[in-house]
């Protein structure tokens, strides 16, 4: 695919030092819509992990000692060149990724917001003054981690490697970035040419598309600092206790089996169009979907005939080629995920209103009523087209549906009683929820993350940042050393 960042060879690692032969082999770049080879990139192994983080650390501390208004350009030009290689970018998210134009357009403004976001940061101030005692200053101020280690997913790869490289490097830090190898142009190679295009010093930035090894490898290395890591639950828990025995710090934003509560006094029309937009996006491959529709009996029925009326109106097909709403799953194995947690909850008497069949990668947006507790349709992250409908009594059994299970990432609510929902907002178990929106919903300037078993606490956006990707330092000065008494 003809590239204006990119050179004609992806076949490499690449830092803003330049690009270098991986010793993990290589992989192809397929677009999932077509099944054709885009391009050939370069894996890293355990080797090439320790070389960047090596070379890393040692441009981190130069990089961390320039001003201020030295990061904040860097940061400032990145978004500029997004802004003029804009189709490039598109063009990899939409055939790389699967991503409809919209998805992918949408994902660019996040990015944008994420590098302005960033580029704030340097200004801001970095410390305070402490009370003082006589003859002594005392000073908080925070420095930088060091290196940081970002582990990055398939589904929103640009955003979500964005969100954390950003920020860390307008801290002063240096990053080694390990994108998922099925979408590592969009999710990395485009970053770090990005960047080099931005002017960021040699070595601050690594991005180093591999597998499980390679990620393995930046989560053990001891010059790694901290681990920032989106993905799913079982990976994230991995890695927590390998960082944990090492004493690192480490940032999981991890995935979510999010509720879609529906209220009797909801309008209809609106709540289905909420419901289709909240599991179908992507095709249901966001951590943010929505994995259960827990709807009061009173509406249950006209919710589901619109719902499934709205999924079979929904186009599915090439993302690049059509103008569709869906566009394809990432590979088979999602594809047969997706497909054998639908079969199941059938088996178990679930009934499939719209969908439930595909083509190739094309998995029609489906809607599932009856679905119970018992089944995976209720249990498990989907990550697909899928709207599982749940049927309740009444908004005291939502809460309890809603709250069932180890994620707490995104709840949503759907009513004609705003206030009123805001104290049924306080008793979900989940770490953002959105009255009359959308589950799936992103914001650069504020405290994104979940709870439980969708993240270890850790917040993304603004002024949050600075607790991510920077440590507290106290200094105390005396004018004159004093001998201190036992």
């Known amino acids: 695919m003809a590239s204006l960042l990119l050179p004609d060879t992806l076949d490499g690692v690449i830092s803003s030092a330049g690009w270098r032969r991986p010793g993990g082999g290589s992989a192809d770049v397929v677009e999932p819509a077509t099944g054709q080879v885009l391009a050939k990139v370069g894996l890293a192994d355990p080797d090439d992990v320790r070389r960047a983080t090596r070379l890393a650390a040692t441009a981190q501390r130069q990089w961390a000692s320039a001003g201020h208004r030295d990061r904040i350009s860097v940061l400032r030009d990145a978004a500029d060149l997004l802004r003029v290689h804009r189709e490039e970018f598109t063009e990899w998210l939409v055939r790389e990724s699967g991503s409809t134009r919209g998805k992918a357009e949408f994902e660019i403004e996040s990015v944008l917001d994420e590098l302005h976001v960033a580029a704030g940061l340097p200004g801001q101030p970095p410390g305070h003054f402490l009370p003082p005692t006589p003859g002594r200053r005392s000073v908080a101020h925070r420095a930088p981690v060091g290196v940081v280690g970002v582990i990055s997913p ?195 008497g679930a009934r499939v209103l719209a969908g439930g069949t595909y083509r190739d990668l094309y998995y029609a947006p489906t809607v599932l009523d009856g679905v119970t507790p018992e089944m995976p349709a209720f249990r498990e992250e989907i990550f697909g087209p899928v709207a599982p409908i749940v049927r309740v009594r009444d908004e005291e059994e939502a809460i309890e549906v809603a709250n069932t299970g180890e994620h707490g990432l995104v709840a949503a609510i759907v009513t004609g009683a705003p206030v009123r929902a805001e104290s049924l907002a306080d008793r979900l178990r989940a770490g953002m929820v959105h009255i009359n929106d959308p589950s799936i919903e992103d914001d650069a300037y504020v405290p994104f993350g979940g709870l439980g078993a969708s993240g270890n606490g850790s917040r993304h956006g603004a002024l949050h940042h600075w607790d991510e990707f920077t440590e507290w330092r106290w200094i105390t000065t005396r004018n004159t050393a004093v001998s201190p008494a036992f």
């Open 154 to 348: 398939w589904n929103v790869p640009l955003v979500l490697s964005m969100r954390a490289v950003a920020p860390a490097l307008a801290l002063g830090n240096a990053v080694v970035l390990k994108p998922d190898p099925r979408t590592a142009v969009c999710g990395g190679l485009l970053i770090a040419r990005l960047f080099e295009e931005a002017g960021l010093p040699d070595s601050v930035l690594h991005v180093l598309p591999g597998t499980a090894v390679a990620g393995s490898a930046l989560v053990d290395d001891p010059v790694v600092s901290m681990i920032a890591f989106t993905g799913s639950t079982a990976v994230g828990r991995a890695i927590g206790e390998r960082a944990g025995r090492a004493l690192k710090r480490v940032s999981l934003e991890l995935g979510g089996n999010n509720a879609l509560l529906v209220l009797a006094d909801a309008d209809l029309a609106a709540a289905a169009a909420i419901g289709a937009f909240s599991s179908f996006f992507h095709q249901g491959q966001v951590c943010m979907a929505a994995g259960r529709h827990i709807v009061l009996d009173a509406v249950a029925d006209s919710y589901a005939e619109l719902l499934a009326r709205r999924a079979n109106e929904l186009a599915v097909g090439d993302p690049w080629r059509e103008e569709v709403s869906l566009g394809p799953l990432i590979d088979t194995g999602q594809l047969k995920r997706v497909s054998d947690i639908v079969a199941e909850s059938v088996a178990g």
